[in-house]
């Protein structure tokens, strides 16, 4: 038996698993944010990532000023603020209430977000702070966070986890 290729049937095959391969990831790192809440000064969102949940995250003003402070999926807490060209592996240095600084070799950093973990020293931290100040490769960030009990702050997001998980 012979097989006899029909050139744009064979094309359009080719050109389908082409698009499978290349254009699935990029559907799957699609990411949805919804506001389930405010606290304070804070908006708290849900966020998904290829349509299923990832994380909540407690987030305080946009662009250059913009804060996120994350309690994801795996019951991680993440802070993310903004990048600075070239930060790469550069120590992020959070000083809460003016007290010594504390540093962090952030997971992911470019000009847009810098993200560093949190541990459980530092998240209480949070929750007793009234000001927080970043320094990253040269840049210095500073967020008044007197208006809202960031302990009540740090519960909501947990509490949106929580309830996304389940």
Avoid at 83 to 112: C, E, H, M, W, Y
Wanted: proline fraction near 5%.
């Amino acid at each position: 038996m012979r097989y006899r290729a029909n050139a744009p049937k064979a094309a359009s095959a080719f050109c389908a698993a082409v698009s499978v391969i290349f254009f699935a990831p990029t559907a799957s790192a699609q990411w949805h944010e919804q506001q389930v809440g405010k606290v304070g000064t804070f908006t708290i969102l849900k966020i998904s990532q290829g349509g299923k949940f990832h994380r909540c995250a407690a987030s305080k003003g946009s662009g250059a000023s913009l804060l996120r402070i994350a309690f994801t999926a795996d019951r991680q807490h993440f802070m993310s603020v903004p990048g600075v060209d070239g930060s790469g592996k550069t120590p992020l240095r959070i000083r809460f209430d003016g007290k010594p600084p504390i540093q962090i070799v952030p997971n992911a950093a470019d000009k847009n977000r810098a993200s560093v973990p949190l541990d459980y020293a530092t998240v209480d931290r949070f929750m007793a702070a009234k000001r927080l100040e970043v320094s990253l490769a040269g840049n210095t960030y500073t967020w008044d966070l007197s208006r809202q009990s960031m302990e009540a702050v740090l519960q909501a997001v947990s509490n949106c986890t929580s309830n996304a998980s389940s």
